[in-house]
């Protein structure tokens, strides 16, 4: 079973849509979620982390978490071409010493 | 752009080379990772280390051996690698708190484009 699971898209949304990105994982004691932005041929940028059930909203980003159903979600409102990327979630597990990466979803938003 | 720098951005080596990728990061962080980063799969641990002591090694073959001479810099040396350990390979740092817990947030380098002849 997969760490953390995601769809891998490709998601296509129009320009001023909003985008939404799901992930879920396997270890009930996790702790903490990020969400990364990757463009392509870039290197994972931090967008947002979240701790604690509910929404965490930043600018046009909102993440969402539901420790219950074990899922953590990330929201783009108003969609621009430039969020065009592919986009990362991972998970800090209790007492492990990294990350675990979902294989991201690729968000295309169409102008 | 970010505070995790790595050197060299693009490499080609044959089989039989030697090589070492370098990372720093000047964000006064005290944990680096490796990371390994192949088409259509999720980001692959290579190796931890916390205050210069690697605490984690997930599997990886000895032909890739990591060097954490302090807090700041990291290598990885690349010796006799095969056409398949060609990726993209990563450099990150944290600031891991008390306990190692909640709030670790990694920080990650541009990367190096690793091409095995």
């Known amino acids: 079973q997969k760490e953390v699971e995601q769809n891998s898209g490709p998601l296509s949304v129009p320009e001023g849509a909003i985008a939404s990105l799901n992930c879920t994982y396997s270890d009930r004691g996790s702790q903490s979620f990020f969400w990364y932005r990757q463009y392509s041929g870039k290197s994972p940028e931090l967008i947002m982390f979240?701790?604690?059930?509910g929404d965490k909203e930043d600018g046009r980003f909102t993440a969402q978490l539901n420790k219950a159903s074990q899922y953590v979600s990330l929201l783009i409102r108003d969609s621009q071409p430039s969020d065009s990327a592919t986009y990362l979630c991972a998970v800090h597990q209790t007492g492990a010493n990294n990350l675990f990466f979902g294989t991201g979803t690729r968000l295309t938003v169409i102008p | 752009e970010t505070g995790v720098t790595q050197t060299p951005r693009h490499l080609v080596m044959g089989m039989t080379n030697k090589k070492s990728l370098k990372c720093e990061q000047h964000?006064?962080?005290?944990?680096m990772y490796w990371y390994k980063q192949s088409a259509k799969k999720p980001l692959e641990l290579m190796f931890v280390y916390n205050f210069k002591e690697q605490t984690e090694n997930n599997s990886v073959p000895s032909r890739f051996s990591p060097e954490c001479p302090n807090s700041s810099h990291l290598f990885l040396h690349l010796h006799t690698l095969q056409p398949e350990d060609s990726a993209l390979y990563l450099c990150?740092?944290?600031?891991?708190?008390?306990?190692?817990?909640?709030?670790?947030?990694?920080?990650f380098g541009p990367g190096t484009r690793l091409l095995v002849l």
């Open positions: 979240i701790y604690s059930n």
């Open positions: 964000l006064g962080h005290n944990a």
């Open positions: 990150a740092s944290s600031q891991k708190l008390a306990g190692g817990q909640i709030g670790e947030t990694q920080y």
